[in-house]
T-cell receptor, first 114, second 116 residues
Framework: NAGVTQTPKFRVLKTGQSMTLLCAQD?????MYWYRQDPGMGLRLIHY???????AKGEVPDGYNVSRLKKQNFLLGLESAAPSQTSVYFC?????????????FGDGTRLSIL | RKEVEQDPGPFNVPEGATVAFNCTYS??????FFWYRQDCRKEPKLLMS???SGNEDGRFTAQLNRASQYISLLIRDSKLSDSATYLC?????????????????FGKGTHLIIQP
């Protein structure tokens, strides 16, 4: 059971470089999310999507863009990476069915910006 | 920003002991509540949902007090494998006016170490 798959697992970038993180889920979930987790802080929502072709901003969207061209994929882009974006990034997905549905997480992407 | 507060610990307890974690949340409109478990350098995994009437899953018991905006998790007969960080998570539906996207607010987690 693949669930939520994130690629790559690790990446080191130089300041100013761009990259895209890929999240894929095989559970036919409508909702998908991108979070970042920093030391001493809880997970914070970057962007989310309620369905194919739709995206919206979360708590900390600045410096990131997202796209949901296919229901199963949710891409997170960094156009010009900054050291402050060094973090662990988690993707999650959730089925429809109200707030009681839990989110399912991928195993994370560790990103370092030098 | 809506807050979910937890004691960060670490809690060091001997194997077999009972341990309790508490969590408070600031948004009285919060609708759903969860405990997630996160192992070192791993993704969060759902431990259990928390219901108003309280609920139990094996050695784990969760309680919710909406009036006090307080959530608890009790672990009985703790095992070495229970060592992890426990995240208190609150679902605030429509927090971002997202038409039901249900953004989650995470506490920073409570670190539990079970000693042999």
């Amino acid at each position: 059971n693949a669930g939520v798959t994130q690629t790559p697992k690790f990446r080191v970038l130089k300041t100013g470089q761009s990259m895209t993180l890929l999240c894929a889920q095989d559970m036919n979930h409508e909702y998908m999310y991108w979070y970042r987790q920093d030391p001493g802080m809880g997970l914070r929502l970057i962007h989310y999507s309620v369905g194919e072709g739709t995206t919206a901003k979360g708590e900390v969207p600045d410096g990131y863009n997202v796209s949901r061209l296919k229901k199963q994929n949710f891409l997170l882009g960094l156009e010009s990476a900054a050291p402050s974006q060094t973090s662990v990034y988690f993707c999650a997905s959730k089925a429809m069915g109200g707030p009681g549905q839990p989110q399912h997480f991928g195993d994370g992407t560790r990103l370092s910006i030098l | 920003r809506k807050e979910v507060e937890q004691d960060p610990g670490p809690f060091n307890v001997p194997e077999g002991a009972t341990v309790a974690f508490n969590c408070t949340y600031s948004n009285s409109a919060s609708q759903s509540f969860f405990w997630y478990r996160q192992d070192c350098r791993k993704e969060p995994k759902l431990l259990m949902s928390v219901y108003s009437s309280g609920n139990e899953d094996g050695r784990f018991t969760a309680q919710l007090n909406r009036a006090s905006q307080y959530i608890s998790l009790l672990i009985r007969d703790s095992k070495l494998s229970d060592s992890a960080t426990y995240l208190c998570v609150v679902n605030e539906a429509n927090m971002y006016s997202g038409g039901g996207a249900d953004g989650l607010t995470f506490g920073k987690g409570t670190h539990l170490i079970i000693q042999p």
